[in-house]
């Protein structure tokens, strides 16, 4: 069965410094790796995918099949950045596997 | 609207009520599925329909749950007899193609059910 650990609840950052929220899973199969965040009073949605390598708001994630992370990573935290964090993990059957999130907030 | 909606936003329901949970899914959009967050939590997949065919409905906790999407758009998700344990927020999300495209999924802003 598929699981998606992030281990940290709650991370604080002060603006200007990196910040990594990290994420583990455990899958048999190939993975499709997400990176979902909401904003304070907004939906849920969708912020990168490990498929497309790209870099959103400054975030970039790339996937390390040997250690099974996906960790995501910034190099200057903003305020703006300050939101929840979810990574997830989609099977072949197209349902995801979501970790319990980690509360970014970056300091002024 | 542009996005996906769900109603009611909040719902409050004595223990052993029946509940309906709405959603309208972005207009055109293929699969449907239907999450459960609990306090703390992560979303918690309950199930999956392409148009009209509810493909998989293995996170459904018991036979309470129940859902539907008669004409391939609108669905409900119906939780009979509510428990405590059923508290959580109900997410519905949408995409434009079947599962096996890798597109992007649309949350909705979730509906907040509280049993008392």
């Known amino acids: 069965a598929q699981r998606v650990t992030q281990p940290e609840k709650l991370l604080s950052v002060f603006k200007g410094a990196p910040v990594e929220l990290k994420c583990n899973y455990s899958y048999s199969g190939s993975p499709e790796l997400f990176w979902y965040v909401q904003y304070s009073r907004q939906r849920l949605q969708l912020l990168l995918r490990?498929?497309s390598r790209e870099s959103i708001k400054g975030f970039t994630a790339d996937l390390n099949k040997g250690e099974t992370s996906f960790h995501l990573k910034k190099p200057f935290a903003q305020e703006e950045d300050s939101a929840m964090y979810y990574c997830?993990?989609?099977?072949?059957?197209?349902?995801?596997?979501f970790g319990d999130g980690t509360t970014l907030t970056v300091k002024p | 609207g542009a996005g996906v909606s769900q109603s009611p936003r909040y719902k409050v329901a004595k223990r052993g009520q029946d509940v309906a949970l709405r959603c309208d899914p972005i207009s055109g959009h293929v699969s449907l599925f239907w999450y459960q967050q609990a306090l703390g939590q992560g979303p918690e997949f309950l199930t999956y329909?392409?148009?009209?065919?509810?493909?998989?409905k293995s996170g459904l906790p018991s036979d309470r749950f129940f859902a539907e999407r008669p004409e391939g758009s609108v669905s409900t998700l119906k939780i009979q007899r509510t428990q405590q344990e059923d508290s959580a927020v109900y997410l519905c999300a949408s995409s434009l193609e079947t599962v096996l495209s890798g597109n992007t999924i649309y949350f909705g802003e979730g509906s907040w059910l509280t049993v008392v």
């Open positions: 490990h498929i």
């Open positions: 997830a993990l989609n099977t072949n059957a197209g349902k995801s596997t």
């Open positions: 329909f392409q148009n009209e065919a509810q493909l998989d």
